[in-house]
């Protein structure tokens, strides 16, 4: 009995060490066994029911190198109302937040939930504005999320996603990590059918009067490929 048991933790610790999904020490496995948090589908490989099971507070965005804070992880209140975006959008709208910048996890969860307040109780909004956020700790922080309609492109919130960089880029650009955390989240958004591949991306002020994204930020984002020099935001 011992010996079996014995054999069995041997197993375990070694499918274990085989089937990692997540930097956090998510485990591949069938998904009818106990998970001591929460199962996140596609992350493994095999039948639809072997899936990540992630133990809780970890960070699962379902795409490679992509880290998203959920709204629970930092502390989000919940939306006073909520409608359905109509997926995939063919726009993304670039913003920053004009506040301070963040650095580290606690330090952003802290920023998100004071950017929630705002838009909540100054503007009357019925939630944080933007989609997602994404910080200079190379984390994308989840707004209203993939489906909803936000409240962050007077006259585009039906018809796009918004993402608003945590800081004021008026002068400089965002540091590498979120620059790099902005475009895993680009490309995840077509791998998960929210924006479609030949999506087109615009600042803020390319439809409206607004200095947002900040004239630097605002002039790195023409830079990518996605960029619509051509076009206008469309209703
Ligand atoms: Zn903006």
Redesign the pocket.
Known sequence: MVSMWLCLVGLLAHTQAADHCSPEGGVCQEDHHHCSGEYHSGLCPGGVHNRCCMPTGSHSSGCPGLTIVSRSQWGARAPKSVSHLRNPVSQVFI??TETPACFNEHDCSVRMRGIQNFHMDSRGWSDIGYSFLVGEDGRIYEGRGWDKVGA??KGYNSVALAL?FMGSYMTHNPGKAALDAAQAWLGCAISKGMITSSYKLYG?RDAGS?D??GDSLYALIRTWSHYDHHGKPHH
């Open positions: 913003h920053h962050h492109t608003s803020h607004t947002c994204p």
